[in-house]
Nanobody, 125 residues
Framework: QVQLVESGGGLVQAGGSTRLSCAAS????????MGWFRQAPGKEREFVAA????????NYADSVKGRFTISRDNAKNTMYLQMNSLNPEDTAVYYC??????????????????WGQGTQVTVSS
């Protein structure tokens, strides 16, 4: 079993920055791709960013490209999402997840098997 716990959310002013963390426990996730997703009120969950097992390859949604950076520290079994230039449209619950397809990354939510409980990010204008 794998447990994923997000932290770092909160209230941020537009134009500001924050960093989310996703700590994994139970089993190492270093051999698996991981990703961040988000869900805003009244909207479907959407892909934000993904990273492969080694951390050498990443992929971003167009809406966050150039503003968000995904990274991981396999020694700490932790993944991060650095979020810069935030705007109110980034307000959502952010979830981290572990890929079920191995060390590669994927943008498809159904290809992830373990999910965190989510952390709220609210961007005020």
């Amino acid at each position: 079993q794998v447990q994923l716990v997000e932290s770092g959310g909160g209230l941020v002013q537009a134009g500001g920055s924050t960093r989310l963390s996703c700590a994994a426990s139970g089993r190492s996730c270093s051999s698996y791709g991981m990703g961040w997703f988000r869900q805003a009120p009244g909207k479907e969950r959407e892909f934000v960013a993904a990273i492969n097992g080694s951390g050498g390859r990443t992929n971003y949604a167009d809406s966050v490209k150039g503003r968000f950076t995904i990274s991981r520290d396999n020694a700490k079994n932790t993944m991060y999402l650095q979020m810069n230039s935030l705007n109110p449209e980034d307000t959502a619950v952010y979830y981290c997840a572990r890929s079920a397809i191995g060390s590669g990354y994927t943008t498809k939510g159904y290809e992830y098997d373990y999910w965190g409980q989510g952390t709220q990010v609210t961007v005020s204008s």
